[in-house]
């Protein structure tokens, strides 16, 4: 057979390859010679042809055909062949194969071999690919070589048993008295690999960190012996000496430090030198000043040393390079809640980063200014904020507004400044809000009584010719209803009055009603306001009945509802009519442990179980819910029930009756025509139903368990439960979404379906990213209608974003208490 052609001769030939398939059909080629000479067992040329199929399978094409090849190279006695056979098992072999059991007893062989190369190429294998079974076979040989004089072999020896305690972790007392003399070597490799021993030792056993808190002196010795060291051309690295080793030990030092007084006592005076001696010039510099930085806030270190770290991560926020800037963000966000002062001081460079043209640094600066604001630097912090707002990427607008409405409400100098605020956010971007962003602001409007006047003169202002922002246009809807007559009569004080006629104002509210981008909601509001100003304007009256009565027949079920029922006041019921829409008395707000929700929206508990809310601003597609059921399986599952913008079943009365107030009618519904029962939930109820008030959640729910639901991947999903006292078969879900890893989870979507026999609804989420290190939270809020108390079951689907990989998972939660569902 004639010889086969060289590796290089080989790598030739491929590259000249000028399409896929020409390639292909070379690989082929070889891979056939190949073989044949493999079941031919040709001694002469077996190192040559792994070579050549390792070669091929870096470039993707399958060499597994080529493992006992590699065994028979390992048990040769020529170095090359050696060489070649450990590289091919590393490549082609793994635990999860039975061929590398075989290999065992040629390692053993070769770590007790003459020469130290050979013995460098068995360690390196063990270290690299060693199976449990293997690593318990050989530690002993591993221990020995951890010993010896000789530095090649014990550098080799240290990696490896790092390797060995990860999967065999009951062997780390074996290697204890080998890592006493360690970090006496002068070599700086068996040092480093050192460190990185003990450094896994630590982080796998609270004894070992106890038994080695002792070497902290040393440690810093060999630290400091670094930084004062003169040019050493074997270990320089830009102009800093040995830069891996630092950053090992300055990790080393964290773990050992931390939650012990003495040993960060001890590596105080080391942590300042290292701060202000190392060169920031250079990348080098600055990855020894960032682990320099983590190592002070990690352990118990001096308040000074702390804000020197908060400084250097200052100036890392003026440096050109974005991983740099991003990284200072990152860590000044995980240290602001204990040094605040300390970070406050580099606010107008972090708000300087909320220009930044790379969005994972603005999002990162947005999320630290909002933690930076208080009391004292809140109007100065929001106008920033808003300017921000103003000029974002359409995906930061919800979180921004989130935390401008959170930060308002917290830190608010006056009534009109929050009121003013808010406007702002909703004239800039109010397809973006949260649900209860509408309700939360005619809250406030209407606890500030002073500010009734001013208030709905900004708001009519605001929405003259404009009515994009729907949220906006139901709060000012809202308000013109409530305090038209104040706009009218121009009462307002803070600044000068316009004067606007009672048609003027119907002009804009029918307008409303007739524009294309209103939503059903926001007519719902127009409608109600209309009404509400027969009792408020006096020269207008019959032509609100007009327009009231033109409705009556819109092909809009829910329009047609109020407008039917408002015929009604007028006709049956108009005696009533001055009570029923007199102006609105102050709301108190109630909070849920999810978000802030106001469940009492416009003094009246809503009364609905499946009362929908305004629209988010991405509504998920219709057949969301019917992908889940494909995954899911089984067709006994009811999917969710979504919040929709083009209808409100069950809202009817209960949007009303929020625009309405807190009225008990029920003396004067006894035996009246107009209190139809209501044959089904679904239906919506009457205008006149259930006017009276009562808390929405049942006191004895305090005491139901909260449950864990998932917990996988560094995601966990608490559940929490409250019970109904509307309707007692209805169980509200809050969930709390958490994340444990060292990065965000982005686009979250939390999905879930439960069984026929129960009705859902979801409602939306307080934002789609959730925090690293557990540093925040996602709520979001889920309503079940159980009426034959029946076991909750519910199977969910979860699906993210995380280190640039998309996620999705599914899982059954079955172990709901009796409580929230008996």
């Known amino acids: 057979m004639p010889a086969p052609i060289r590796l290089r001769e080989l790598i030739r030939t491929i590259r000249t390859a000028r399409t896929q398939a020409e390639e292909r059909e070379m690989i082929q080629k070889e891979c056939a010679a190949i073989r044949s000479s493999f079941r031919e067992e040709d001694n002469t040329y077996r190192c040559r042809n792994v070579a050549k199929l390792l070669y091929m399978h870096m470039l993707g094409y399958p060499a597994h055909f080529g493992q006992l090849e590699c065994l028979k190279l390992i048990a040769s006695q020529k170095f090359t062949d050696k060489r070649i056979g450990y590289l091919g098992a590393m490549l082609l072999l793994d635990e999860r194969q039975d061929v590398h059991l075989l290999m065992t007893n040629c390692i053993k062989n070769d770590l007790n071999h003459s020469t130290q190369y050979v013995q460098g190429l068995a360690l390196c294998t063990l270290g690299c690919m060693g199976s449990s079974e293997m690593c318990r076979d050989l530690a002993g040989e591993v221990e020995k070589l951890l010993k010896t004089s000789n530095s090649y072999l014990r550098k080799k020896a240290a990696l490896c048993a790092v390797h060995v305690i990860r999967k065999v972790p009951e062997l780390m007392e074996m290697f204890l008295p080998a890592t006493k003399n360690l970090l006496n070597e002068k070599n700086h490799g068996v040092l480093h690999t050192s460190v990185v021993l003990l450094t896994e030792m630590c982080e796998r056993s609270p004894d070992m960190l106890a038994h080695f808190r002792k070497l902290v002196p040393q440690l810093v010795r060999i630290l400091k012996n670094l930084i004062?060291?003169?040019?050493?051309?074997?270990h320089d690295v830009s102009g800093i000496s040995d830069p891996f080793l630092q950053v090992r030990i300055l990790r080393l030092l964290r773990i050992l430090g931390r939650n012990d007084d003495d040993s960060s006592e001890a590596m105080n005076d080391i942590l300042a030198q290292v701060a202000t001696n190392t060169e920031t010039s250079k990348n080098v510099g600055n990855a020894i000043l960032y682990e320099t930085v983590l190592t002070i806030m990690d352990i118990k270190s001096e308040s000074g040393l702390r804000v020197l770290a908060i400084n250097i991560l200052g100036r890392f926020l003026l440096n050109n390079d974005k991983n740099i800037r991003y990284v200072a963000l990152t860590s000044l966000l995980k240290t602001v809640q204990t040094d605040h002062n300390a970070v406050q001081r580099h606010r107008s460079t972090i708000v300087d980063c909320l220009k930044d043209l790379d969005v994972s640094i603005k999002r990162r600066a947005m999320e630290l200014s909002f933690a930076l604001v208080n009391g004292n630097n809140v109007r100065g912090m929001m106008k920033e904020l808003l300017y921000f707002l103003d000029s974002c990427e359409p995906e930061f607008k919800a979180d921004c507004a989130s935390g401008i409405f959170l930060a308002a409400e917290k830190y608010a100098p006056s009534k009109r400044w929050h009121i003013d605020t808010i406007m702002r956010v909703l004239t800039t971007a109010g397809s973006y809000v949260r649900d209860d962003a509408v309700p939360n602001l005619i809250q406030l409007i209407t606890n500030s009584v002073e500010m009734h006047a001013y208030t709905v003169q900004r708001l009519y202002k605001a929405i003259l010719g404009d009515y994009s922002q729907q949220s906006l246009v139901q709060v000012a809807s809202w308000c013109i209803g409530e305090y038209g007559d104040l706009l009218v009569s121009g009462q307002c004080e803070e600044e000068e009055p316009i004067q606007v006629t009672e048609d003027e104002v119907l002009d804009i509210l029918e307008s409303?009603?007739?524009?294309?981008?209103?939503?059903?909601?926001?007519?719902?509001?127009?409608?109600?306001?209309?009404?509400?100003?027969?009792?408020?304007f006096t020269c207008t009256v019959n032509r609100i009945k007009k327009v009231v009565s033109i409705y009556g027949s819109s092909i809009d079920v829910e329009l047609q509802q109020r407008a039917v029922e408002y015929n009604a006041l007028f006709k049956k019921y108009d005696h009533m009519r001055p009570a029923l829409l007199e102006r609105m008395p102050v709301m108190e707000k109630v909070t849920t442990n999810g978000p802030a929700e106001i469940v009492q929206t416009n003094g009246e508990t809503e009364t609905a179980v499946l009362e929908t809310k305004p629209p988010p601003?991405?509504?998920?597609?219709?057949?969301?819910?019917?992908?889940?059921?494909?995954?899911?399986?089984?067709?006994?599952?009811?999917?969710?029930?979504?919040?929709?913008?083009?209808s409100k079943p069950a809202s009817a009365g209960g949007e009303l009756l929020d625009l309405l107030g807190d009225l008990n009618l029920t003396a004067f519904l006894v035996g009246s025509p107009v209190s139809s029962p209501v044959p089904q939930i679904a239906q919506p109820p009457f205008l006149l139903d259930g006017l009276t008030s009562q808390p929405l959640f049942n006191d004895t729910a305090a005491g139901i368990p909260s449950i864990t639901a998932y917990n996988k991947n560094g995601l966990k999903i608490d559940f929490t439960f409250e019970r109904s006292n509307t309707n007692p078969s209805v169980t509200v879900i809050t969930i709390q979404a958490s994340n444990s890893t060292e990065l965000d989870m982005t686009d979250f979507v939390f999905q879930a379906a439960v069984p026929k026999t129960f009705q859902l609804q979801l409602l939306s989420p307080s934002s789609s990213v959730i925090p690293a290190f557990n540093s925040g939270t996602i709520t979001q809020v889920i309503k079940v209608l159980n009426p034959q108390k029946q076991q909750l079951r519910m199977r969910i689907k979860l699906t993210y974003n995380h280190k640039g990989s998309a996620m999705q998972d599914l899982a059954e939660v079955n172990n709901f208490p009796p409580q929230s569902w008996q």
């Open 228 to 234: 004062m060291s003169g040019y050493s051309p074997e």
């Open 512 to 536: 409303v009603l007739i524009s294309n981008m209103s939503a059903s909601v926001t007519r719902g509001y127009a409608l109600t306001a209309i009404m509400k100003l027969s009792t408020r």
């Open 617 to 646: 601003s991405g509504l998920q597609p219709a057949n969301q819910a019917n992908d889940l059921l494909d995954l899911l399986g089984g067709s006994d599952i009811t999917p969710v029930i979504p919040t929709a913008p083009t």
